[in-house]
């Protein structure tokens, strides 16, 4: 995270939310969300229409924060932790390059290339601290993350990731009663061959970012989980509406926050 945030006048921060309701376990929930403030792509930098709703980079974050304050009002019998990685991805003489390597909390080494795939860097860092700080029994991420699960689900359904099926078959079914729908995406030791890096541990994305972009991303993310049961939700393209729909007027949208809720209310997260 702060890689990302170097070519920026605004230092990183991450920030850590708790939770935790009468009678609620000691092993939380953890829900860590991309928090990156305004996204020009870095010195990798977008064309200046795909700038335009850039503030809205941070919907996982956003969609976290509402999540606890949901869960919070409510006095759900529930403990949940979110960490939000917070940051500018902006131009500058100090701003991350392609090629650059660097280390993450972790201890692993990242070859960086295309520095507008900045989120899974931050969510890289916010990832291990959630795993190794609170001992969850489950960590779900969100993060507006690929064009190319845009691309891939249009504009119905978001991605889902995981390492557990039944989580996943669970929260699946959760959104499909509150009208956040979510379809399940590979996660196969298959793309790790795609990202290997003759220089580092790890590089951050594979060679043509247009092949499939989204399950690589998974694949990366999937190494700084401290092989915790875990979920990717890549929310791209779902943080913004274009005009007034049932569930919500025209703007920000809180995608993830009512499956997320279901999901936890329900008793879903027990498993």
């Known amino acids: 995270i702060l890689a990302v945030g170097s070519g920026s006048a605004r230092p990183p921060r991450v920030a850590v939310l708790r939770y935790r309701g009468r009678g609620a376990p000691a092993q939380p929930l953890a829900f860590v969300g991309k928090g990156v403030c305004f996204d020009t792509g870095g010195l990798c930098i977008k ?3 795909q700038m335009f709703d850039m503030k809205a980079d941070m919907g996982g974050a956003a969609a976290v924060v509402g999540l606890l304050i949901a869960l919070a009002r409510q006095g759900s019998p529930v403990h949940a932790v979110g960490v939000l990685g917070i940051a500018e991805n902006m131009p500058s003489g100090t701003a991350l390059k392609p090629r650059d390597i660097i280390t993450t909390a972790s201890g692993q080494t990242v070859e960086v290339f295309d520095t507008d795939a900045e989120g899974r860097l931050i969510l890289a860092d916010c990832l291990y601290y959630a795993a190794s700080r609170f001992n969850p029994s489950v960590i ?17 359904f978001a991605g889902l990731f995981s390492t557990d099926d039944t989580i996943a078959s669970r929260m699946i079914a959760a959104g499909e009663k509150v009208g956040e729908r979510f379809w399940q995406l590979p996660l196969d030791r298959a793309y790790d061959e795609g990202l290997q890096s003759p220089f580092a541990d790890i590089r951050h994305h594979a060679k043509d970012m247009e092949d499939g972009d989204a399950p690589y991303a998974a694949a990366f993310l999937r190494n700084f ?4 049961p875990w979920v990717h939700l890549d929310i791209a393209g779902k943080e913004l509406a274009d005009k007034d729909r049932p569930l919500g007027r025209e703007g920000a949208t809180a995608f993830g926050v009512q499956m997320l809720e279901e999901w936890v209310q329900s008793g879903r997260a027990a498993s």
Not at 140 to 156: H, K
Not at 225 to 228: A, L, Q, W
Request: aromatic share 4%.
């Open 47 to 49: 064309r200046g229409e």
């Open 140 to 156: 779900v991420d969100l993060a507006t993350l690929t064009y190319s699960v845009m691309r891939g689900l249009g504009s119905v």
């Open 225 to 228: 989980t401290e092989d915790r």
